[in-house]
C-alpha cells in the first residue's frame, strides 16, 4: 500500500478527531455554558399553572357587621381542553348551553377566546386567565339551570355549574361608606410586567404572593389599602403537559388560603347616620340663600368625620357627593363610569372628607388660640374686638361687620371675633421683623398650625389622602422660588391676552405681577393676618380638622387616625390588631387646654355663642359640646363661603370629635351644626333633653374595644345576626330547612342524587362567606372536569 | 506486500479459541456499550407514551434488544466469513441491494416523506438503503484493489468504475428521496478514494462535482421544499416554529436543560412529554443530553471515538488494500454519520434522518451497524493472519 494511502488515512483520521471535538465542544456550550437558558426554556414549555382565586376577606364593621361581603352567583364554566377532545370541538354542546342561557353560540365563543390569541375584542369579551382552567361564560344564572347542568352530564361533557363569590355590600341601615371601602378591580397588564421585571432583577422572589393574571385587586379605600390581606394566597396546581398541551400529571398543588377578614373602627349604624345627617346638611345648605349672591347655597359637596378622639380611631366618615359601589362588581360598563367621572356629577369618587381640600375659616382659631396662650397673651385679658381694623394699606373686617365690644379670650372665641386676632397676628409679625424679617423668625401661628397636623398627611390607612396647607411664611417663600421668573415676566409683558377681552383686569393683573415681581417672596402682615383665621392660602382636610380637634380634647396627642382595627382570619383567628399610632403631641401647657376646652363649649352654651341656637335644648349640662363654627369665604371668586362645625363631647371628659363641613353652604351654624347635633344625638342616645346611653346608635353605648367573633367557618357574629346574615347572602336558599342539618357539618360530602344536589346547594350558599368550604365541594362535584379531578 | 485476487493462500478458518482470543475487545466493547445506552434511551423515551396507548411500556425496548441480537449475530457471521470469498460475493451483495433498493421505490411503504422501507410480515421493516452502505463499501474496494500495476495507484478506469459502482445506488437512494443516506454515502465514496491513493484530481473533481450537482438540484427543482427547509432550518431554529425548526429547538431545550448530569433515566420532563419528535430513533440524542447530561452524551460521543479510533487503526493495520479500503469505508461512514445525526441534535447540522448508529431505535440500522462491526473485525482478524 502506498505511502499517499496511509497519508491520507492519517488526515482521515485527523479530520475525525476534529469532527469529535466540535461535538463535544457544542455539547459543552449547551449543556453547561448554557443550561440556564435551555432550563429556563423547558420549564416554560412543559408547566401549566391553574389558578383557584382565594375568596376575599369580608370588611367588618366594629361589630362584626358586613360591610362589604361576598356573594355566591352560580356560574356556568366551560372547560376548554375538554371540548377540544370532542368530535365537533363542542359546537354541539355550545349550541344546546347558548340556547338554555338565552344567547348564542357566538357569544359563548367569544368568551372562550384567549385574549391576545384570538382577533377578538380585548377584555372582558375575552378570556385574560389561563386556557386551562374552567373559563366562566355567564353569572347569576337560575338555580334550576345550574341543576340541570349538574345532573345532565352527558348533555353538557365540559360544561360545570358552580359557585363563585362576588363582592356585595350588604348595606346594613342603609350604609353606604362607598368611599371608605373603595372598589375592585382587574389586574393591569402593566403590573404584571412590573411584577416580572421585579422577579427578574430579584427584588421578588417565588415565595411573595404574586399577582396572578385574573385577580382582582383593590383600587381605591380599604380594599387597595389592605389589598394584600384581604386578597389572601390563590391555591396554584403546577401541571406538566406534554408536546400536544395536553396534561401529563400534576406536580404540585397549593391550596387557596381565603384573605383576612378586615374589622374597620367603622360603625355601620352610624356610618349611616352621619350620612344621612350629611345628606340632610347639604339640603339644608340648598334651602338657604346666600345673602351675598341672593341665591340659594350650592352645597355642592360636603364631608362628615367622626374619630374616637383617645386613639384616633375613625368611627365614621362621609363624604357627599357618593355612589353605588356595587357599578365596579363583575366590571363596570363604559356608560356607568363615564358617569362617576364627569364633571356634572361633580366627582363623586373623590373622598371629600380626606382628599379634599377647604379653606379652615374660624376653625382653624383652634391654632390660633393655642399659639397665642402659649405665646404671650392670657385667657383673661381683654381684647378689642372692633367692626374692622386696618393692617397695612388692606383693611379687614369682622364677619358680616359685627362688632361686640371688649371680650376675653373664651368670648372671643364663642363670637368668633376676627378683629382681636387681627391685632395679634400683626404683633407677632411685627417682632419677626416685620417687612425686614429676622434671620429666625418665631412664626408661633406657623408652628403651632403644623403641630395640630396641618399641612401634612394624617396618615390615615386610606390611599391618596390630601395634605393640605398652611399658608404661612415657608409656603409663601416656596411660592416665590416658583414663580418669581413668571412674575417678573409678566411685570413687563403684562397680560395682553387678558386684555383683548377685559382691559380693566389685565391691569390689575400686572399690577399684582410688578408688585409680586419686587416682593412676592415677602411674608406680609396681611399674610399672618389671613392665617390667624384661617383664611387666604390655608387649606385644609375634614379629617385634619377632626384630628386637631380630638388632640386638643384627649390633652394634646395627636392621633394617626386608623379606619381598620384589626385583621381575623377566615377560620376567625385574630391575626392582627393595630394599635393606636401617635402623629405628635400638642405643644400646649394642660391649663391652656383645659381653657380652651371650656372656652370653645361656650361656643354652644352660652347665648352669645356661634353655635348656642343650633344646641338649644340639647343636655350640655350632661354633654357639654365643645365646637368651633367656621365659615369659609371661598378661595375662588364667585364661589359662595364653607360651611364649617367641628367639635368634640362631652367638653369635660371627652370621648368624640365630630366635624362637618358643607362645600357653598353658608354658616357653619346655619347649616353643619344642626346636622352635627343630631349625630351627637345618635352616640349619646339623647331623646329630646334626656340622655339615655342604651339609645346610643353604639351598641352598649360605646365603641367595642374587642375584635367581633368569626366563627370557625367564617362566620361573623354580630347583633341582630339572623336577619343580617340573610341579607349578606341575598341569594335565597330554595330549601333552608333541608340544608339546616348539613351546614352543622363542616363537610357535606359530594352527593349525586338529584335531592342531594338540592340539600348541597343551601349548604354551599351558606358556605359563601367561606371560600374554603365551597371550593372543595365544588371541586368533589364536578369529576369530569378533567383538571380539577386528577 | 501484494496479494493478488487468485493468490492460493492457506484459508483455514480459525479455530474459535484463537477467534476469541485475537478478537478487537476494544473494538466490540464499546459498540456493545453504545447498544446497551441506546436500548435505554429508547425504552426511556418510548414508555410513557406506550403506557398511554395502552401499549406495553417494554415493547420497543424488547424490539430493540432483538435487534441487537441479531445484529451482533450477523456481524459474528460477517466478521468468521471468509475473506476472499467476501471479495468474491460481493458483486452478488451488490446486485441483490440495488434489486432492494429498486423494489422500495415500487412497493415501499412510504414514511415521514421518503419511500424508503420495505414492510415485512410482523411489523417489522427494512431499509435496503442501510445495506446498499455495505454494498458500496465493499464494491468500491474490491474495484480498487483490484491487481494494478506497481505505481500502486488506481487506475482512472478503476476509479471511474467505482464511481458507477456508488452513483447507481446514489441515484436510487436520491429517488427516495432520502437525502442523509446520499450525504453519508458521498462522504463514504470520497474517504474510499482518497485512501485508495488515487491522484489527486480525482478528488478535487469529486467535490466541485457535487458542488455543481447540488446547485443545479436547487436550482432546476429536484430538491424538494421541505428538503432545503430542513437543510437550512438548522441555521435559524426559530423559523418554522411547528415544523423543521420545531423538533430541533426542542431538541436543543432538552439536551441544554439536562445540564452537567441531566435528569436521570425516566425524569426528563422534554422527553417523557414528548416535545421531541423521534426521540427514540433520530432525536435519540436529545434523550440522553436531557436525562444523562453532560456526562452520558459526552459518554457516548467517546465512545463512538473509541470505535472510530479502532476502525483507522485496523485500516492502518490492515494486511491489504482491500481491507483497508473496508475499513477506511467504515470509519468515514460511522464518522459522518455520527456527526450528522449529533450535529442535527445540537442544532450544528441540518436535519437529514439519519440514525445514530448502535444508539437510535431501528433494525436497519442497527444490523447495518453491526455488520460494520463484523467487517471491521474480520479485517482485524485478517491482518493479524
Not at chain 1, 372665641?413 to 416685620?434: E, H, Q
Request: aromatic share 8%; net charge positive; hydrophobic share 45%.
Amino acid at each position: 500500500m502506498s505511502e499517499r494511502s496511509s497519508l491520507r488515512l492519517a488526515v482521515l483520521g485527523v479530520l475525525i478527531v476534529s469532527l469529535l471535538v466540535t461535538m463535544v465542544g457544542r455539547l459543552f456550550f449547551l449543556q453547561v455554558v448554557s443550561a440556564d437558558v435551555y432550563t429556563q426554556k423547558a420549564s416554560a414549555n412543559q408547566y401549566r399553572y391553574v389558578v383557584t382565586p382565594a375568596t376575599r376577606g369580608l370588611i367588618l364593621d366594629q361589630l362584626g357587621r358586613p360591610l362589604v361581603a361576598n356573594r355566591t352567583s352560580l356560574v356556568v364554566s366551560v372547560d376548554r381542553t375538554a371540548l377540544a377532545k370532542q368530535k365537533d370541538k363542542g359546537v354541539a354542546v355550545l349550541t344546546r348551553l347558548a340556547k338554555a342561557l338565552g344567547t348564542t353560540y357566538t357569544a359563548i365563543s367569544y368568551r372562550l377566546e384567549i385574549c391576545g390569541l384570538g382577533s377578538h375584542e380585548k377584555p372582558p369579551i375575552c378570556w385574560n386567565g389561563s386556557q386551562y382552567q374552567p373559563i366562566p361564560v355567564a353569572k347569576d344564572i337560575p338555580q334550576d339551570l345550574a341543576l340541570t347542568i349538574m345532573e345532565k352530564r352527558s348533555d353538557y361533557p365540559g360544561v360545570s355549574a358552580g359557585l363563585e363569590a362576588v363582592r356585595v355590600f350588604p348595606g346594613i341601615d342603609g350604609v353606604n361608606a362607598a368611599h371608605l371601602l373603595g372598589y375592585l378591580g382587574p389586574v393591569s397588564d402593566s403590573e404584571l410586567a412590573a411584577q416580572k421585571a421585579a422577579q427578574q432583577s430579584g427584588q421578588l422572589t417565588a415565595q411573595d404572593e404574586l399577582l396572578q393574571r385574573t385577580d382582582l385587586i383593590g383600587r381605591s379605600g380599604l380594599e387597595a389599602e389592605y389589598d394584600t390581606q384581604l386578597r389572601g394566597t390563590p391555591g396554584v396546581k403546577q401541571l406538566t403537559v406534554n408536546q400536544a398541551a395536553a396534561v401529563v400529571g400534576t406536580v404540585g398543588e397549593t391550596q387557596a388560603t381565603p384573605g383576612d377578614y378586615l374589622v374597620t373602627n367603622i360603625d355601620a349604624k352610624l356610618q349611616a347616620v352621619v350620612e344621612k345627617q350629611l345628606y340632610a346638611g347639604i339640603l339644608r345648605a340648598r334651602s338657604q340663600t346666600d345673602k351675598h349672591t341672593g341665591q340659594h347655597y350650592k352645597g355642592d359637596s360636603g364631608a362628615a368625620v367622626v374619630l374616637d378622639v383617645t386613639n384616633g380611631h375613625v368611627l365614621a366618615m362621609a363624604s357627599w357627593p357618593s355612589y353605588d359601589p356595587s357599578v365596579w362588581v363583575g366590571g363596570i360598563s363604559k356608560k356607568e363610569y363615564t358617569a362617576l367621572t364627569a364633571p356634572a356629577s361633580n366627582y363623586p369618587l373623590i373622598s371629600r372628607a380626606m382628599q379634599g381640600e377647604f379653606v379652615p375659616a374660624s376653625t382653624f382659631k383652634i391654632v390660633s388660640a393655642s399659639a397665642a396662650l402659649q405665646n404671650g397673651y392670657t385667657a383673661n385679658q381683654t381684647y378689642q374686638c372692633p367692626a374692622f381694623v386696618q393692617v397695612g394699606n388692606r383693611k379687614f373686617s369682622n364677619f358680616e361687620g359685627e362688632a361686640p365690644g371688649p371680650v376675653d379670650l373664651a368670648k372671643g372665641l364663642a363670637v368668633s371675633c376676627d378683629t382681636m386676632w387681627y391685632k395679634i397676628a400683626f404683633d407677632y409679625w411685627l417682632r419677626d421683623g416685620g417687612n425686614n424679617p429676622v434671620a429666625k423668625p418665631l412664626d408661633p401661628i406657623e408652628k403651632m398650625a403644623r403641630s395640630y397636623g396641618y399641612g401634612a398627611r394624617t396618615g390615615i390607612d386610606l390611599p391618596s389622602e390630601s395634605r393640605g396647607r398652611v399658608g404661612g411664611r415657608a409656603f409663601k417663600t416656596a411660592l416665590n422660588a416658583q414663580l418669581h421668573d413668571a412674575w417678573c415676566r409678566r411685570a413687563k409683558t403684562g397680560y395682553p391676552e387678558v386684555a383683548t377681552t377685559d382691559p380693566r383686569r389685565a391691569n390689575l393683573l400686572k399690577a399684582y405681577a410688578v408688585e409680586a415681581c419686587v416682593s412676592g417672596g415677602l411674608y406680609k402682615g396681611g399674610d399672618e393676618v389671613n392665617l390667624a383665621i384661617g383664611q387666604g392660602d390655608t387649606v385644609v382636610t375634614p379629617l385634619q380638622v377632626a384630628t386637631a380637634f380630638a388632640a386638643l380634647a384627649n390633652g394634646g396627642t395627636l392621633w394617626q387616625p386608623q379606619v381598620a382595627k384589626g385583621l381575623v382570619a377566615s377560620d376567625g383567628k385574630v391575626v392582627s390588631i393595630f394599635k393606636p399610632k401617635k402623629n405628635g403631641t400638642l405643644p400646649v401647657s394642660k391649663a391652656n387646654m383645659a381653657f380652651l376646652r371650656s372656652a370653645f363649649s361656650q361656643v354652644t352654651s352660652q347665648p352669645y355663642g356661634t353655635g348656642y341656637n343650633p344646641f338649644k335644648g340639647f343636655p350640655l349640662a350632661q354633654i357639654p359640646v365643645a365646637a368651633k363654627t367656621g365659615t369659609g369665604q371661598a378661595a375662588k371668586s364667585g364661589d359662595q363661603s364653607t360651611s364649617w362645625f367641628a367639635t368634640f363631647a362631652p367638653a369635660n371628659k371627652p370621648k368624640y370629635a365630630v366635624v362637618m363641613m358643607v362645600s357653598q353652604g353658608g354658616t357653619g351654624a346655619g347649616t353643619s351644626a344642626p346636622s352635627v347635633r343630631k349625630i351627637y344625638e345618635a352616640l349619646f342616645g339623647v331623646t329630646g333633653s334626656t340622655v339615655d346611653p342604651t339609645k346610643s346608635v353604639l351598641a352598649g353605648g360605646t365603641p367595642a374595644t374587642k375584635l367581633p367573633t368569626v366563627l370557625a367557618d367564617g362566620t361573623p357574629v354580630y347583633p341582630g345576626m339572623p336577619k343580617s346574615v340573610a341579607a349578606a347572602k341575598p341569594v335565597t336558599a330554595p330549601a333552608a330547612t333541608a340544608g339546616a342539618n348539613d351546614a352543622a357539618s363542616p363537610n357535606p360530602g359530594p352527593s349525586s342524587s338529584s335531592s342531594g344536589v338540592l340539600v348541597a346547594l343551601p349548604v354551599l350558599l351558606g358556605a359563601g362567606l367561606v371560600g374554603r368550604r365551597a371550593r372543595r365541594d365544588r371541586r368533589s362535584r364536578a369529576p369530569d372536569v378533567r383538571l380539577w379531578s386528577r | 506486500m501484494t496479494i493478488g485476487y487468485a493468490a492460493p493462500q492457506v484459508a483455514r478458518r480459525p479455530r474459535s479459541s484463537s477467534y476469541l482470543r485475537r478478537m478487537d475487545w476494544v473494538l466490540v466493547g464499546a459498540a456493545l456499550a453504545l447498544s446497551v445506552i441506546g436500548s435505554l434511551l429508547v425504552w426511556s423515551a418510548t414508555q410513557g407514551k406506550l403506557v398511554e396507548s395502552g401499549l406495553d411500556p417494554q415493547s420497543f425496548l424488547k424490539k430493540n434488544l432483538i435487534n441487537l441480537v441479531v445484529g451482533i449475530a450477523f456481524a459474528v457471521l460477517i466478521s468468521r466469513f471468509d475473506y476472499r470469498l467476501l471479495r468474491a460475493y460481493t458483486p452478488i451483495l451488490w446486485g441483490a441491494s440495488i434489486l432492494g433498493l429498486l423494489f422500495v421505490l415500487v412497493h415501499g411503504a412510504r414514511i415521514n416523506g421518503a419511500k424508503a422501507w420495505i414492510a415485512l410480515p410482523a411489523g417489522l421493516s427494512l431499509q435496503p438503503a442501510e445495506f446498499a452502505k455495505i454494498a458500496i463499501i465493499l464494491g468500491m474496494a474490491m474495484i480498487l484493489s483490484e491487481k494494478r500495476d506497481a505505481e500502486n495507484e488506481p487506475r482512472d478506469i478503476d476509479v471511474a468504475f467505482a464511481l458507477g459502482v456508488a452513483g447507481i445506488p446514489i441515484a436510487l437512494i436520491l429517488v427516495q428521496p432520502d437525502l442523509g443516506t446520499v450525504m453519508v454515502i458521498a462522504t463514504i465514496v470520497f474517504g474510499i478514494i482518497a485512501v485508495s491513493g488515487a491522484k489527486a484530481r480525482w478528488l478535487i473533481g469529486i467535490l466541485v462535482g457535487g458542488v455543481l450537482v447540488a446547485f443545479v438540484a436547487i436550482q432546476v427543482g429536484i430538491l424538494k421544499q421541505y428538503q432545503l427547509d430542513r437543510l437550512t432550518a438548522f441555521t435559524d431554529p426559530t423559523q418554522n416554529g411547528r415544523t423543521t425548526g420545531y423538533n430541533t429547538q426542542q431538541a436543543r431545550i432538552a439536551i441544554g436543560s439536562g445540564g452537567m448530569f441531566g435528569t436521570g433515566l425516566f425524569h426528563g420532563p422534554q422527553t417523557q412529554g414528548h416535545f421531541v419528535p423521534e426521540n427514540q430513533t433520530d432525536f435519540v440524542y436529545s434523550v440522553a443530553g436531557e436525562e444523562l447530561g453532560f456526562v452520558g452524551a459526552a459518554l457516548i460521543i467517546l465512545l463512538l471515538g473509541v470505535i472510530l479510533w479502532r476502525a483507522i487503526r485496523i485500516a492502518l493495520r490492515a494486511s491489504d488494500l482491500f481491507g483497508r479500503l473496508v475499513a477506511t469505508g467504515v470509519a468515514t461512514w460511522i464518522a459522518f454519520q455520527a456527526f450528522e445525526n449529533i450535529g442535527m441534535n445540537l442544532g450544528i447540522m441540518p436535519v437529514t434522518g439519519v440514525p445514530l448508529p448502535w444508539v437510535s431505535y431501528g433494525g436497519t440500522s442497527m444490523f447495518a451497524s453491526w455488520l460494520a462491526i463484523g467487517l471491521l473485525v474480520n479485517v482485524h482478524l485478517r491482518a493479524q493472519e
